[in-house]
């Protein structure tokens, strides 16, 4: 039942915030990115630091929008 209003708040989020949608398309930029390094057979030592390094900037990017959408979820109750 806890991830309908977390679900609405993304949602309106998505509708209405500029942050967010720029947050979740450079998250979905990285996650491309990462898709694309990681499909590689033998990565070279450049491309290994790149996906680990592109990783912890989309885990960076995804706490910063749950927090959003937590702060937008409180606000609703």
Do not use: C, G, N
């Amino acid at each position: 039942m806890e991830k309908m209003p977390t679900q609405q708040a993304r949602a309106e989020l998505m509708a209405t915030s500029d942050e967010f949608r720029r947050l979740a398309a450079q998250h979905s930029s990285y996650d491309r990115r990462i898709e694309e390094l990681s499909s590689r057979k033998f990565p070279s030592q450049e491309e290994q630091i790149e996906e680990a390094r592109l990783k912890k900037l989309k885990l960076h990017l995804k706490d910063q929008m749950q927090h959003m959408v937590e702060d937008a979820d409180e606000s609703v109750h």
